[in-house]
């Protein structure tokens, strides 16, 4: 028997007037993983505990059996863990965004937050003007001042690391909640910190701003990447074994450090798979390949992520949201069946949304999400197509902690 489970990030949503009152999980064409729902046992599930931030990283410590009440101490840990970069005893980690914000000399408080990744900036460019920013005389100094390193990764998402940073107390807000807003709205605030933080941000925009990198990509048509923003701050965490959990060990797929990060700590082997951005141009075939190289390998347990339809919606693109769920249905789940059944491979089978992430204010949002849960020996027929509004018809699974449990046999509904 292998077991699989497959998140698409943030497709759950709310009604939108846009699609006539339906969601995009009404909306979107996903014939495979309708009739996997309608075969299956469908409910919704609690993955943000009540009280605690809505997002990937509390979600999906919850979908891998980790109480986020109890293990999370920040993001960042999390994908410094996904991205191979060690912790030091003493230092406080920072996820660190590329961000574009509105061009101009003008003062950074002032300015609005157009994008929170740089306009998807690719790994390559954010690696070579992240590093050239730390080699700038006047920064690298502020840097050695506040104690700070930032370690790149080939995406948008770099990791800081702060040694003695304070974080008690800290305020700093995702940049992905934030967009269109004036970011002096939005100062750092809670404790002495917060001020270096902020005054490394500002002189990142001023060294950033005509770096002839961001004049190229400006001229290209894109948005420059003229800002960095600290945040999801945390300090080092250890995960409970999976394997001595659940029984069961295996393979974590995703082109999102936080999600590796999880796996591995975890015990679980982190993949990445090259041409994996996060986005709709990602990787789909070579995700495909890798998740059957796993099964075939001799993996029980495979997690496959897919981030395409949370980032289309921070960009605010309902159409690539819709399309990204369309080709989660159509470029993975509907091969990796077709494939199971050629390998004459039993499955069991777990698909949810990590939590919503609402077209309507392009953030996440900590409400109950639906999740389907198929078993290839035991189909059903009297199920229905897998949407927010057919899941709560189901059961309810108050904990998000307890779907490992479920999807391993261990727990029953």
């Known amino acids: 028997m292998k077991y699989i489970l497959v998140i698409g990030d943030g497709m759950a949503d709310n009604p939108l007037p846009e699609l006539d009152g339906k969601t995009p999980l009404e909306a979107a064409v996903k014939p495979v993983i309708d009739a996997l729902a309608q075969a299956g046992t469908l409910g919704s ?70 994008s929170h990744n740089a306009g998807s900036i690719d790994g390559e460019t954010s690696m070579a003007i992240i590093r050239e920013l730390c080699e700038e005389p006047e920064f690298h100094a502020a840097m050695e001042k506040a104690g700070m390193t930032i370690s790149p990764t080939p995406s948008f998402r770099h990791i800081a690391q702060q040694k003695g940073g304070d974080i008690r107390g800290l305020v700093a807000t995702p940049p992905h909640d934030i967009l269109g807003q004036q970011v002096g709205d939005y100062a750092f605030s ?26 190229a990509r400006r001229a290209q048509g894109k948005k420059p990447a003229n800002g960095i923003w ?129 077209m309507s204010t392009r953030t996440h949002d900590g409400d109950p999400v639906p999740f389907l849960l198929y078993d290839s020996t035991a189909p059903r027929s009297d199920g229905l197509s897998y949407t927010e509004a057919n899941g709560e018809k189901g059961p309810f699974v108050e904990h998000g902690t307890d779907l490992m449990a479920l999807l391993f046999g261990k727990k029953t509904l």
């Open 45 to 114: 599930v609690r993955t943000v505990p009540e009280l605690l931030p809505p997002g990937s990283d509390t979600a999906i410590l919850s979908i891998f059996g980790c109480d986020p009440n109890r293990y999370f101490t920040g993001r960042s840990p999390l994908e410094a863990a996904g991205c191979g970069v060690s912790l030091e005893p003493g230092c406080a980690s920072f996820r660190c965004n590329m961000i574009c914000v509105e061009d101009g000399d003008g003062p950074f408080d002032e300015k609005r937050i157009l």
């Open 190 to 215: 809670g404790n002495d910190n917060a001020a270096t933080l902020w005054s490394l941000m500002e002189l990142a925009n001023r060294k950033l701003e005509h770096l002839p990198c961001n004049e």
């Open 230 to 358: 600290f945040w999801a701050e945390g300090t080092a965490v250890a995960l409970p074994n999976f394997v001595e959990r659940y029984g069961h060990g295996g393979s974590v797929i995703s082109a999102v450090p936080l999600v590796h990060g999880i796996g591995a700590l975890t015990g679980l082997k982190p993949v990445t798979v090259e041409g994996a951005t996060g986005e709709v141009d990602t990787n789909y075939a070579g995700k495909l390949q890798a998740a059957k190289d796993a099964l075939a390998g001799g993996d029980e347990f495979l997690c496959l992520h897919l981030e395409a339809p949370d980032e289309s919606t921070h960009n605010g693109s309902l159409p690539d949201k819709l399309l990204a769920i369309h080709q989660l249905d159509s470029l993975i789940v509907a091969p990796l069946l077709q494939w199971l059944q050629e390998q004459k491979m039993d499955y069991r089978l777990l698909l949810l949304s990590d939590h919503k992430t609402l």
